[in-house]
């Protein structure tokens, strides 16, 4: 969600959020966080806006927020005992000048083995549905992790030393 300090929130929705065709999962969330920020700041006269979009990346595949509980439960077992990639766009656009800065950041995260019926478990909590690849980190989906290589920051969804070097431009 791009996010402005005033509150205001980006009217851009998860159907406006599928991949290009040929789009590279790190561009892409590049592209959404952008878009997020720019929508946002094209209604502010001044300020900076932050955007930002996370995509977990399992081999080749793109998984976002499962659109139901049986794709929530689909995303989890492809994941588990495997290690995936998240990535996260960040853009900051100044409302005042439309100059921005947009980059990504990468972390790996590899999943514990488990089975259907603890997949089925975790949904029926609800906490899956608004998360990509159908986990939260920052709850109870921080069972699911055996281990990351990364940024703890960035699979929550906003990588803040990231955030801090694009302020910084």
Do not use: W
């Not at 700041?41 to 001044?46: C, N, P, Q, V």
């Not at 977990?56 to 659109?67: E, F, H, N, S, T």
């Not at 083995?113 to 029926?124: I, L, Q, R, T």
């Not at 920051?153 to 955030?163: F, R, S």
């Amino acid at each position: 969600i791009g996010l402005s300090c005033r509150g205001e929130v980006s009217g851009l929705g998860d159907d406006g959020e599928a991949a290009r065709p040929g789009e590279a999962p790190r561009p892409h969330a590049m592209r959404l966080a952008l878009e997020k920020a720019r929508d946002v700041a094209g209604r502010l006269e001044d300020g900076l806006v932050i955007g930002a979009d996370t995509v977990v990346v399992l081999g080749d595949r793109i998984l976002g927020k499962p659109a139901d509980p049986a794709e929530a439960e689909t995303f989890l077992l492809a994941l588990s005992g495997r290690t995936h990639r998240v990535v996260t766009g960040v853009a900051v656009v100044d409302a005042a000048t439309g100059r921005s800065e947009v980059a990504a950041a990468v972390t790996a995260v590899r999943m514990r083995p488990f089975g259907a019926a603890e997949a089925a478990a975790y949904v029926a909590t609800g906490e899956p549905m608004d998360k990509a690849g159908a986990y939260g980190i920052q709850g109870r989906g921080a069972l699911l992790v055996a281990g990351i290589q990364g940024d703890y920051c960035n699979v929550v969804g906003l990588p803040l030393v990231l955030l801090a070097k694009l302020l910084g431009r």
